[in-house]
Every structure is written in C-alpha cells, then in structure tokens.
C-alpha cells in the first residue's frame, strides 16, 4: 500500500464514512490538533519518568487515537463501529490526579511553565490539549460529537498539569511560581 494517494492534492480529505471536506474544516482541525496532542505525549514518553507515569500515558495514548477516529468521522453517515469512551476512561485519569495531588504541596499560586525541558513539554501538550478541547467544543456547537470526549479532554490537560508538577517534584525541579505586580 502506498503512503501517497494525492486525493488531498486539492485540498480536500474525506471523513470516515466518505463525506469530502476541506482540509481547514473544523472537524479536520479537531482530529489533528488531537494527534498533535499525542505526538507530543509521544515526545514526552521517550523521556526517563515514573513507569507509572508512561503507563498512563501509553493508555492516554490509546484513547487519543480512538478519539481522533470518532472526531474524524462523518457522524451522519459513518457506519463504522467505534470505540466510545466511557466514564471508566475519565474516572481512570481523575484516580491518577487523586494520587498524585496527594504528594504534592497544595497550590498556593499560580505555576508558569518551565523549570526543566520535561516538564515544559508537559505544560505544551497540556496546552495543546486545551486548544483541542475549544476546538471540540466549537465542532459540538454544529454538529455531533460524543460529549464524554469533552469531559476527557477536560480531565486529561489537569492530568498533564498534576503529572507536570509531579515530575518536576520527583526530580527535584523547583516549581516557578507566578508573582503579582
């Protein structure tokens, strides 16, 4: 099987059940900012963290493919059996917030990103995670989209800020904390 196929050489693609869209439509723009959002968990995975920690982003990983499956198809006419995501799948990553937050020291200001590579590339994915989140909001507003994947995504970027925080924890990475003027 080829990579290329040049069917997208106009600037069109088709959704899963064979609808035509532009590339810049907003259902396009949903899925690929969620495969964004998991190259980046990629990255962050070929980094040395807690084993408990790649294996919850390896199962993150998982649901985010599943996720981009659902957003890219057509809901209308896509026959496609498809995962759904449950509440087990958000409950999964507030039990691991839970877990952590109670290792670390309460929040008492803001927290800018940074203190080390790692864990700015987590605060990245989160935000990448928040902009897939608007967009995915957006795209309900007009059409069909399966409301656990919001509630989800709303999970999964406190998720990257906890695991961002708990990281820089483990390794001893002082947290920058943001100073009112």
């Known amino acids: 099987m080829k990579i290329y196929t040049k069917t997208g050489d106009t600037g069109q693609t ?3 059940g ?3 869209v532009s590339k810049d439509h907003l259902r396009v723009a949903c899925y690929g900012t969620i495969d964004e959002l998991n190259s980046h968990i990629g990255l962050i995975l070929s980094y040395d963290i ?3 920690a790649t294996a919850e982003l390896s ?3 998982q649901l985010l493919f599943a996720i981009g499956a659902l957003l890219a198809a057509d809901p209308e006419k896509s026959k496609m059996k498809l995962y759904s995501l449950a509440a087990g799948d958000i409950e999964f990553l507030e039990i691991a917030i839970d877990r952590m937050d109670t290792a670390l020291p309460p929040l008492k200001s803001f ?3 940074g203190g080390s590579v790692l864990v700015s590339n987590m605060h990245i994915a989160r935000c990448i995670c928040r902009r897939a989140e608007r967009l995915v909001v957006q795209l309900s507003a007009e059409s069909i989209v399966e409301m656990n994947i919001i509630s989800y ?3 999964l970027s ?3 800020f906890v695991l961002a925080r708990k990281i820089a924890l483990d390794n001893n990475i002082p947290e920058i904390l943001w100073q009112a003027r």
């Open 14 to 16: 088709s959704l899963i």
């Open 50 to 52: 807690a084993k408990s």
């Open 111 to 113: 927290i800018l990103p």
């Open 158 to 160: 406190d998720y990257l």
């Open 18 to 20: 064979g609808t035509k």
């Open 59 to 61: 199962e993150v990983q």
């Open 153 to 155: 995504l709303n999970r």
